[in-house]
């Protein structure tokens, strides 16, 4: 997929409205614990001031409901924007009100601006035209580098897009990044390709599993999701997690992998424990011999074997989704067996974001993998085969 190159754009002395993800995790202190997404925004903030352009950002931050509330404040990210690029960011205090309008009035070349944040008014999750066009009419030009939010139809993300021709608008480069990486991951990768998929359900996970079973060679399942496959095959899974109304959708992609000759793997034993709870009781069991209300909440150490040896031959591995319950250290094992497995491995390692990717930077293994996605549920929509709404319509050629 092609997209209007940012490269391309005449951006000297314009105004030019960035939208970003700057929606960080932060500490009960409210510092900023892990600033990645910003610091994945300098390539294209950088690009533009060397252009010499104004620039407007724009970014979400938690979910305050389309109510101003101070927790939700852009003001730390204001500052380590000012740490990271060296530069004065001023903080509007109002998104589209008076302060942010007057502010974005006055600016003058390479200043930079940032609103507050975008959920503090209610049109924006609403896609609301006005505030579209509100937050369009401060600015000559519009980049999207916002790709945790591209799934999302946002006024700032979709509708804002509307505003401005082919010649006014394009993607940032992370997005670019990203949507480049995704693309070429489920169209020309190097084979043999294994996906890993994890995570608490199959629902959350049911279309993606789908889209790719044509693209991949093998099938990792891990996770929660683990059990309705194992209970749908006449297993005993206990208390383990299940959806019993997607049994029937399990038994469709077993039979869908077996009729497309992708190798599907599921768990051979788990660490099951007798609660949900981080010093509960646990043990080592086969699949076979989950005890009657006991919950597996990892994978045990025959899967991780077997697992490895799956895993032994691939050149591509896309892993969207934890092997257990890895907030808990005692159910954190698989998965970081995995992701060293997964890290020292020759193949291109394709994060997912989201947990996974909160996962392996946990474990210190970040820098190890080829490609860390910076967003979970963007990354997942990608891997339906869908189109992101933020995406649409900066769309030059499709694939
Ligand atoms: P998802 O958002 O679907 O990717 O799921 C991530 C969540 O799945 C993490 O918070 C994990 O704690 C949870 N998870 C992983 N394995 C299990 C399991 N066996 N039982 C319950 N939850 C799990």
Redesign the pocket.
Known sequence: MELLNIKNLDLANKKVFIRCDFNVPMDEFGNISDDRRIRSALTTLNYCLDQDCAIILASHLGRPKGKVDEKYSLAPIARRLHHLLKREVTLASDVVGDDAMQKVKDMKCCDIILLENLRYEEGETLNDKTLSKKLADMADIYINDAFGVSHRAHASVEGIAHFFDTKQKAAGFLLEREIKFFGKLINEPVRPFAAIV????VS??LEALKNLLPKVDKIFI??????TFLKQMGYEIGA??VEDDLLEDAQTVMDEAKRLGVKFYLPVDVVAAEK?SADAVSKIVTAQEIPNDW????IGPATVRLYREGLADVQTVLW????????MEK?ARGSSKIAHFVADSYATTVVGG???ADLVQRIGLDEEMSFISTG?GASLELLEGKILPGVAQLIIKED
Do not use: Q
């Not at 919950?295 to 990892?298: A, H, I, Q, V």
């Open positions: 994890g995570g608490s359900k959350g996970k891990g996770g929660g999701m683990a059990f383990s997690l949900f919950m597996g909440l990892d969207n989704g934890p092997m257990g319950v890895y907030e159910f989201g947990d996974t979970g």
